[in-house]
C-alpha cells in the first residue's frame, strides 16, 4: 500500500464486520477513504424485510461511516446485476448446471458496474474485506491465498489484471478472531454480526427462489443401466454428487451421478467410484498466468470448499480446455468454477466446468 497515502480510496461496504474493519483500519492509518455500499436487487421482492437485506446493510454501513466521520454513498446496480448475474443464474439451472453466481457477480458488477460509478467520485482505488494476499507486481497483480480458512481467492478468478491493479485487501493477514477482536475494541457495532450467506440475494433456500422462475418439472430416477427406480421433483434440485433428496424404491444410498435435461431424466448410481472422472472440459476461460507450462502444473479446485488436486496435463481448445487430473476425483459439477493454483498457492486463473 506505498504510495496510496495522497490517493483516494473506496471502501466496499456491505454492512458487515469485514468491510466495517477494513474502513477503520485506513481511516487510522491516515488514507483518504469514503465508504460505498451496492445495492444490487430490491429487497420487497426477494422476500426481505426493511429490518434485513440491502436496506440493513447501508444503514449499518452508513452507521459505520458516521463513526469513522467519512463520506457514505449508496450505488444502485439492480439492472445491470439482474441482466448479467440473475439471468445468468436462472439459464444455469435451466440447462442442468449448478451456477456459482459471486464468480460472475465480482467482475461485471463489485468491480464493474459497481467500481465504475465509484471511479466518477474521483476515488482512484478500491478496498474491500476480502482475506486475500495481493501484490502488486511488476508484471501484473499477484494473487494468493490468506493465511487463515477464510481465503477467498476462489471467487476472484474472473476478475480482470487492471481492475486488481487498483485494488487493496487490507484483511489478507488477519482471521476472522482477529477481525472481530479489532471491531469490538473500536466499539463497532456490528463485531458480532452473522457473516452473510453464500448467495447474497437469496433469502431462504435456493429452491425456493429458482422455482418461482423454474417451475419443477418432476420425471424418472434411473440407474446408469437404464432401469426406473424413482421420480425426480424437478432437475433444479439436484447437484452432481447429492445424495439427499433421492426417494426410489431401492433401500440404499444413492448419489446423483448426471442428468439429462432434454428428456427429464436423472442418473443414480449406489457406487461412488461410478461419480469419479480423471478429465474434464471448461469454458469462459481467464487466466491471469498465461504460461501454460506453470498451468500444467497446476493444481485445480472444483467447489469452494474442496481441496485443490494436481493437474497432469491442461489442453487448450478453441475457447475450451480439457483438463486432465492426475488422479480421479468426485462430483465435477457442470456449472462450478474450476479455479487454478500455483504450488505457491498463486491463483493462476480459472474457467466454467461444463462436462
Not at 476515488?123 to 502488486?136: D, I, P, R
Not at 462430483?331 to 468454477?337: A, C, E, I, K, L
Request: with cysteine; proline share 3%; aromatic share 10%.
Amino acid at each position: 500500500m506505498k504510495g496510496l497515502k495522497n490517493k483516494k480510496i473506496a471502501v466496499a461496504m456491505s454492512g458487515g464486520v469485514d468491510s466495517s474493519v477494513v474502513a477503520c483500519l485506513l481511516k487510522q492509518e491516515g488514507y483518504d477513504i469514503a465508504g460505498f455500499t451496492m445495492v444490487q436487487y430490491d429487497d420487497e421482492e426477494f422476500g426481505y424485510s426493511p429490518e434485513e437485506g440491502s436496506l440493513a446493510a447501508s444503514n449499518d454501513a452508513q452507521k459505520i461511516c458516521r463513526q469513522l466521520d467519512i463520506k457514505h454513498i449508496v450505488i444502485n446496480v439492480k439492472d445491470q446485476f439482474r441482466r448479467i448475474v440473475l439471468n445468468d443464474f436462472v439459464n444455469q439451472y435451466k440447462r442442468g448446471y449448478t451456477p456459482n453466481p459471486c464468480t460472475l457477480c465480482n467482475p461485471t458488477i463489485k468491480w464493474g458496474a459497481f467500481f465504475d460509478k465509484i471511479q466518477e467520485y474521483g476515488f482512484e482505488y478500491f478496498a474491500t474485506g476480502h482475506y486475500v494476499k495481493l501484490v502488486q507486481g511488476q508484471d501484473r497483480p499477484h494473487i494468493y491465498r490468506a493465511d487463515n480458512s477464510k481465503d477467498q481467492t476462489y471467487m476472484l478468478w474472473r476478475v480482470r489484471k487492471e481492475q486488481l491493479e487498483k485494488t487493496i485487501f487490507p484483511l489478507y493477514n488477519l482471521d476472522k478472531e482477529q477481525v472481530r477482536k479489532i471491531a469490538g475494541e473500536n466499539n463497532l457495532h456490528v463485531a458480532e454480526k452473522k457473516d452473510s450467506q453464500e448467495i447474497c440475494f437469496i433469502k431462504d433456500h435456493y429452491l425456493d427462489f429458482v422455482n418461482k422462475i423454474v417451475p419443477a418439472k418432476p420425471g424418472k430416477i434411473k440407474l446408469l443401466s437404464g432401469e426406473v427406480i424413482g421420480e425426480h421433483q424437478g432437475l433444479t434440485a439436484y447437484t452432481i454428487g447429492q445424495r439427499k433428496g433421492l426417494h426410489t424404491k431401492l433401500n440404499v444410498t444413492l448419489y446423483v451421478h448426471s442428468m439429462d435435461i432434454t428428456k427429464n431424466i436423472l442418473y443414480a448410481t449406489a457406487d461412488r467410484e461410478d461419480l469419479k472422472v480423471a478429465s474434464f472440459r471448461i469454458n469462459e476461460l481467464h487466466f491471469l498466468e498465461t504460461d501454460p507450462h506453470l498451468i500444467k502444473k497446476s493444481l485445480v479446485q472444483i467447489r469452494y470448499n474442496s481441496h485443490p488436486v494436481q493437474v497432469r496435463d491442461f489442453i487448450l481448445e478453441g475457447k475450451e480446455a480439457l483438463v486432465i487430473l492426475e488422479e480421479a476425483i468426485e462430483s465435477v459439477t457442470p456449472g462450478q468454477s474450476a479455479v487454478f493454483y500455483s504450488e505457491e498457492e498463486e491463483l493462476l486463473g480459472g474457467g466454467v466446468i461444463v462436462k
